[in-house]
């Protein structure tokens, strides 16, 4: 299992990212609560990391924090989460607002979160305001964006979005809805999946 990975980080593409640990290039996908923390392309990085292999993948996620790679580790354990939506999740709700919400049984809230319906919101609450409560978690360090603008944010924020799992056409009509004057396409996809 890899659970950590210290090297150079070579690509950012939300939410894919490379990373060159001595030689060796290692794909990994972030949420955007992790891409609002990298450095620059060129600059050492160290992300926690989470394998999922299944049968026809072996997929690496990488995460800013040890609290939000346990966030996304408590998500996938809940029936009807998957890795996806668990990036999903963590991309449009930070870690402490995602455990008010829990805390306070604040299903509706998290229905306003992409990929997540009434049934997910109320099973989310369920099966892991217990297990919140015993861990506590640290809230995430907030940070200001600090990835460098794409050559064109808007495509690349729809790109980012189809690979979160949406629909093309959802994602088009998702950015296609906001002032995108001027931002980097972090700041178009974290104004996507918070609905504007």
């Known amino acids: 299992m890899i659970g950590r990975l210290q090297g150079v980080l070579l690509e950012k593409q939300p939410p894919a990212l490379l990373i060159d640990v001595q030689g060796v290039a290692y794909e990994l996908e972030a949420s955007m609560s992790t891409f609002y923390q990298l450095p620059e392309c060129g600059e050492n990085i160290i992300l926690h990391t989470h394998m999922v292999v299944r049968e026809d993948a072996q997929l690496l996620f990488g995460f800013h924090s040890l609290d939000e790679r346990q966030m996304f580790r408590n998500l996938i354990r809940i029936s009807g989460v998957g890795p996806k939506l668990a990036l999903t999740i963590l991309s449009g709700i930070s870690a402490?607002?995602?455990t008010r919400c829990i805390m306070e049984a604040d299903s509706k809230a998290l229905t306003r979160l992409p990929g997540v319906g009434k049934k997910t919101a109320e099973r989310l609450v369920i099966e892991l305001k217990d297990r919140l409560e015993k861990e506590a978690p640290a809230s995430l360090p907030a940070g200001a964006p600090v990835i460098e603008?794409?050559?064109?944010?808007?495509n690349d924020a729809v790109s980012?979005?189809?690979s979160l799992g949406y629909?093309?056409?959802?994602?088009?009509?998702m950015v296609r809805n906001l002032d995108v004057e001027g931002k980097s396409t972090e700041d178009i996809i974290r104004a996507a999946l918070q609905g504007g």
């Open 149 to 154: 603008k794409a050559a064109n944010p808007v």
């Open 96 to 98: 402490e607002e995602f």
């Open 167 to 173: 629909k093309a056409q959802q994602a088009s009509q």
């Open 160 to 162: 980012a979005l189809i």
